[in-house]
């Protein structure tokens, strides 16, 4: 994979942060890694790197939904995100 392509998988998923709900609030968790399973409603990514807030994510497999109103954005030679990819 070059590293364009994973630039653009980085947007990708940046473009749906995971977020966690508390007391009424939200928190964008921001983390790359590496796609393990792709579905219609979900995508989930083993953690290689981390925001500074959210180094309690790396090492671990995160499941992101998807829904409809979900943009992904996809590098010129792309057309999906499928396991084995960057994001």
Do not use: C, E, N, R
């Not at 007391?23 to 979900?42: E, K, P, R």
């Not at 180094?55 to 497999?61: D, H």
């Amino acid at each position: 994979m070059t590293w364009k392509s994973f630039a653009v998988g980085i947007v990708a998923l940046l473009a749906v942060p995971y977020t966690a709900q508390a007391a009424g609030t939200q928190h964008a968790h921001w983390f790359a890694g590496s796609v393990t399973a792709t579905s219609t409603d979900s995508v989930s990514v083993d953690v290689l790197w981390t925001g500074k807030h959210d180094t309690q994510l790396a090492g671990k497999t995160v499941s992101v939904a998807l829904d409809a109103s979900t943009q992904v954005v996809y590098g010129k030679t792309k057309s999906s995100i499928a396991p084995g990819d960057l994001v």
